[in-house]
């Protein structure tokens, strides 16, 4: 796993959008916060569980963010343990190689897309390599724009892979979210 900064140059290039872009956070799009970045403002009904990656812009030029259809590459190099539904698209869950332990695992976690065909549980994906695009969200009726939700997480080892999904994701009791920004 490299840096984060380099893991949004990679997303920058899969999608040529320039070597000299600034990718824009707002608070709500951060780990734990628990105000939303979109629509009244207002607070999530739990903390964010991850870091939503959508809004860039060149040193001068204005805002802009990713389009539905977006090439999301993989992060780390790791083998896919599960891919599920949520409420705007797919989610891709990963093991990365770098992380192993006998009683926790580290996983990257992908959402809001569209996971490539190709790809299903039990896959090894490269680091680099377009694992998925980013979904259509007004095409669900949502007001949140096309994004990818990327989240570190570490559970315990003892979970089955069937259990990561959605409904593992925002329970703090089994779940400790890893901020991105400072994974190596």
Request: hydrophobic share 40%; charged share 20%.
């Amino acid at each position: 796993m490299s840096g984060f900064k380099q893991y949004l140059a990679a997303v920058a290039s899969a999608n040529r959008l320039g070597p000299d872009i600034e990718w824009v956070f707002h608070p709500g799009m951060l780990p734990e916060s628990r105000r939303k970045w979109w629509g009244d403002f207002k607070t999530r009904p739990a903390a964010h569980e991850g870091i939503d990656i959508c809004f860039y812009r060149t040193r001068t030029g204005p805002v802009r963010q990713l389009p539905a259809g977006a090439r999301v590459p993989a992060w780390s190099s790791g083998t896919v343990l599960n891919i599920c539904n949520d409420f705007l698209g797919t989610t891709l869950v990963m093991a990365p190689e770098i992380f192993m332990s006998e009683s926790t695992r580290i996983l990257e976690v992908y959402s809001h897309l569209y996971v490539c065909d190709e790809i299903t549980p039990g896959s090894h994906l490269r680091t680099g390599q377009i694992i998925a695009r980013t979904a259509d969200t007004h095409a669900t009726g949502s007001v949140l724009p096309p994004h990818l939700h990327l989240s570190c997480i570490e559970v315990p080892a003892s979970i089955c892979t069937s259990e990561m999904n959605w409904t593992l994701f925002p329970r703090r009791d089994k779940v400790n979210v890893l901020n991105p920004v400072f994974m190596r």
